[in-house]
């Protein structure tokens, strides 16, 4: 159906395409991990680093242990505002085509309705020409 409206009437009614947003291929899920944060253990999807916070760590492990932390985090954020993106271009993609089958269908109707009252006109016409003058 949407190759018929969207592809093959629409360039029989000289009608363009809207311009669609470039689709990336869809991203790979990556399986989720625990990552600790603190006292929390959190879900990651991009890095499979099982750690616990130990006691005796020193201060500059801690903070290199919770700049990965902080990286990690951005880095989940990106991925989930990539597929956040991708599913607005689809859902773009998809509202594009159902305007263009909207215009196709709409711009049938308006051809029919002017060739029945230009018919039907036509018809009216003659038929009181040829009932005035027989």
Not at 4 to 12: N, S, W
Not at 30 to 50: E, Y
Not at 77 to 86: I, M
């Amino acid at each position: 159906m949407k190759n018929l409206f969207c592809e093959r009437l629409a360039a029989i009614l000289c009608m363009k395409q809207p311009p669609s947003a470039s689709v990336e291929p869809p991203l790979i899920r990556r399986n989720k991990q625990n990552v600790v944060v603190g006292d929390h253990i959190i879900m990651d999807t991009l890095h499979g680093n099982d750690t616990t916070p130990s006691d005796h760590t020193t201060e500059s492990e801690s903070m290199q242990q919770l700049m990965k932390e902080i990286r990690d985090l951005l880095k989940t954020r990106v991925h989930s505002e990539e597929e956040q993106r991708y599913k607005t271009d689809i859902e773009n993609e998809t509202k594009n085509d159902w305007m263009l089958a909207a215009a196709v269908l709409d711009r049938i109707c308006a051809i029919a309705f002017a060739i029945i009252f230009v018919g039907g006109t036509l018809a009216f016409f003659l038929a009181f020409a040829c009932h005035q003058y027989c």
